[in-house]
């Protein structure tokens, strides 16, 4: 995923992406990453959204809200990590967004009203599904070439 999109988005680009397993996909994809969980954001665990829905999750006990990531100049929202394979129905934004953020109930009033669902194609020919929260060029233009998929 992290080196699928630094080949899409290179190091120079100005895209930032949000994640919850923030190793690998940040440090492969070389992007501007904001840590959905807060472990190496130092806001989100002060002012992100409590947690209710979560029984063990003493080690992420708040995540990033969409205010906080619209602050944040996110532009795409992967979260935790899911992939439509082929032959699969995409899924809604809604549908996305609550198994991105496990279940929780975020501030859905805060998604831009021009969020779209992209796919972005990885080599096994799943699409890692992304909310395309706040427009940039760089992505505009991959929409536009067709490599990436909106739903």
Known sequence: MGKTLHEL????????IAVS??????????????????LNDLEVPKQGLVRVNCRICTAH?????INYLNQMGTNLLIAHPQLLRPGE?????????????YL????REHLPKTARLVGI?????SKLLAV?????????ALIERGQLHVF
């Open 121 to 125: 194609a990885l080599p096994s020919g």
């Open 9 to 16: 988005f290179g190091s120079e680009s100005g895209v930032t």
């Open 104 to 107: 929780e109930e975020i501030d």
């Open 61 to 65: 006990p708040r995540v990033a809200t």
């Open 132 to 140: 395309y929260l706040n427009p940039t060029p760089e992505v505009d």
């Open 89 to 101: 129905k995409p899924p809604t934004v809604e549908d996305v967004l609550k198994r991105m953020y």
């Open 21 to 38: 397993p923030a190793g690998a996909i940040p440090y492969y994809s070389a992007l501007r990453t904001i840590d959905v969980l807060g």
